[in-house]
């Protein structure tokens, strides 16, 4: 009855973190267990109990402020130096931008609202088909878990108690394959499809983009250089990045107005407060599950199917594309690891690192694919393309990130080779 209540609650269409929240109260009852309530608040508060956890809303507040201060228009025009000349030219600075964008937000569905906006109008109006401009601006989102920072990777650090600054360097090879992969992507189709030459910048125009755009540029070198050097922790470089676009925004682009502040963090404030009342929903749901030892459970159902590491993590990759298309992609991270991440470990002694970014990129492949697919929906309400179409153009960069999540599997040192010691 316990897994019929909680699809019951999920296709109810419930939030899912009273749907975690409920069924793990349902399971108490049921269980005759009662005195697991006593517990239960303390679960609670202990899920969110955390240092690293802090990153999250400052990483939300330095998307905020550069999207509010100009610093993304900033960006953007920085993108149209290196690839706007190009064949499918705004395909390219889309991505680029994108990429840019991943090293500074850490969300995906942020990053998907953020970009909609910002490019998918000025893609029309070149000739580029709305749906195909939409399906690139959502997979850009693709990148946001594995480019460093990711809220993914500071949540999966928390929970496997590895560093999160190791987590993120984990992060950057797979996320420049991923890239070059949707670079590869966007050649082809605009092979195929002809879309228009881009024009590159006159020198005068590029000097300016470029002399205007580096202090935006700047963000992204103190998240990941403050974290690779070592001078600041992932969640003292997001409170770093935090200040720093409030002071580009305010006084070297003038874009930013103290009276929107107040709207900036009230946004913060509500996105922040729905992702830590997930987490310390799914946090008291993992705690039923191992009280019930389903890691064990499904450790000896797997290690009858295999004892390959990489024909483990296939299985992996296939089982959470399914939980990620009906389960948001922190939901579903909070209530795998405990189960699969000792299994990982002790039966196929792969890397919390490799494993870490396996499993990060293919539950945020839900977030663009059916039934659920949040993705799709915050890309179709920001561009007003029909979902199916734009999933139908979305299918090449599935296809590629399915690839790379292959390669992942395969080569671990895409995944530990910089954090070897």
């Known amino acids: 009855m316990t897994i019929a209540v909680f699809l019951l609650l999920l296709l109810g269409a419930v939030p899912i973190a009273l749907v975690l929240a409920l069924t793990a109260m349902w399971y108490i009852q049921a269980s005759g267990n009662t005195v697991l309530f006593d517990s239960y608040p303390q679960q609670l508060f202990s899920a969110i109990e955390s240092y690293g956890l802090l990153a999250i809303p400052l990483f939300m507040l330095a998307g905020e402020l550069m999207n509010e201060g100009g610093l993304t228009r900033r960006l953007i025009a920085l993108a149209r130096i290196a690839v706007g000349g190009f064949r499918g030219g705004l395909a390219y600075i889309n991505l680029v931008a994108n990429m840019m964008m991943a090293a500074i937000i850490g969300s995906a569905a942020s990053q998907i609202a953020i970009m909609s906006r910002a490019m998918v109008p000025a893609m029309e109006q070149e000739g580029y088909d709305r749906s195909y401009s939409a399906a690139i601006t959502a997979a850009g989102g693709l990148l946001s878990p594995i480019i460093p920072p990711s809220m993914l990777f500071v949540l999966f650090g928390v929970m496997a108690q590895v560093p999160i600054a190791e987590m993120f360097i984990a992060g950057l090879l797979p996320g420049l394959l991923l890239g070059a992969s949707f670079f590869i992507v966007i050649a082809l189709v605009g092979f195929v499809q002809q879309y228009p030459k881009g024009e590159w910048p006159t020198r005068r125009q590029a000097l300016h983009d470029l002399l205007w755009g580096l202090p935006a540029l700047f963000i992204p070198v103190i998240i990941i250089g403050g974290i690779l050097w070592g001078i600041a922790t992932p969640t003292e470089s997001a409170a770093l990045a935090s200040l720093a676009a409030l002071l580009m925004g305010r006084f070297v682009y003038g874009d930013l107005r ?54 483990f993590l296939l299985l992996v990759i296939g089982a959470l594309l399914l939980v990620g298309m009906v389960i948001d992609g922190i939901a579903a991270l909070i209530l795998v690891v405990p189960i699969l991440m000792p299994i990982a470990q002790s039966q196929f002694a792969i890397s919390p690192y490799q494993f870490g970014v396996v499993v990060c990129l293919t539950l945020v492949m839900g977030l663009l ?45 895409l995944t530990n080779g910089l954090i070897q010691r």
């Open 258 to 311: 103290l009276s929107q502040l107040p709207q900036v963090l009230t946004r913060t404030a509500i996105n922040a407060g729905l992702v830590i009342m997930l987490i310390a929903a799914a946090g008291v749901f993992g705690w039923v599950v191992i009280y019930e030892q389903l890691p064990q459970m499904a450790a000896g159902w797997i290690a009858a199917l295999t004892s390959d590491p990489f024909v």
């Open 369 to 413: 694919t059916p039934p659920v697919g949040a993705g799709l929906f915050i890309a179709s309400s920001m561009t007003g393309a029909p979902p199916l179409k734009i999933f139908r153009s979305l299918l090449p960069f599935l296809l590629a990130t399915l690839v790379t999540l292959v390669l992942l599997a395969w080569l671990p040192w």
